[in-house]
């Protein structure tokens, strides 16, 4: 079983910065398709950025581009989520998701201000 948990999240005000790490246990991340999802207060789960297993390139979504950058360490079983500028609409739960069935607790952020 492959165990993973979010770290990082909290309250910054519009254009900070934060950092969210996912660490993972019980199995190696090498061959996983990781990524990270946010889901806003009443709406659902949507995926912000991931890694393709197949060729390692990254997914970001339309509204995150530019700011957000994916990254991950194999030899720590980590991955991040830097995120810059943020809005007070990137506020949410944060999950860390390996396909297809693994997911971690969440990690809230809210920006306001």
């Known amino acids: 079983q492959l165990q993973l948990v979010e770290s990082g999240g909290g309250w910054v005000q519009p254009g900070g910065s934060l950092r969210l790490s996912c660490s993972a246990s019980?199995?190696?991340?090498?061959?996983?398709?990781i990524g990270w999802f946010r889901q806003a207060p009443g709406n659902e789960r949507k995926r912000v950025s991931c890694f393709n297993s197949n060729d390692g390139s990254t997914y970001y979504a339309d509204s995150v581009k530019g700011r957000f950058t994916i990254s991950r360490d194999n030899a720590k079983n980590m991955v991040y989520l830097q995120m810059n500028s943020l809005k007070p609409e990137d506020t949410g739960v944060y999950y860390c998701h390996a396909w297809s069935r693994y997911w971690g607790q969440g990690t809230q952020v809210t920006v306001s201000s």
């Open positions: 019980g199995r190696s991340l090498d061959g996983y398709a």
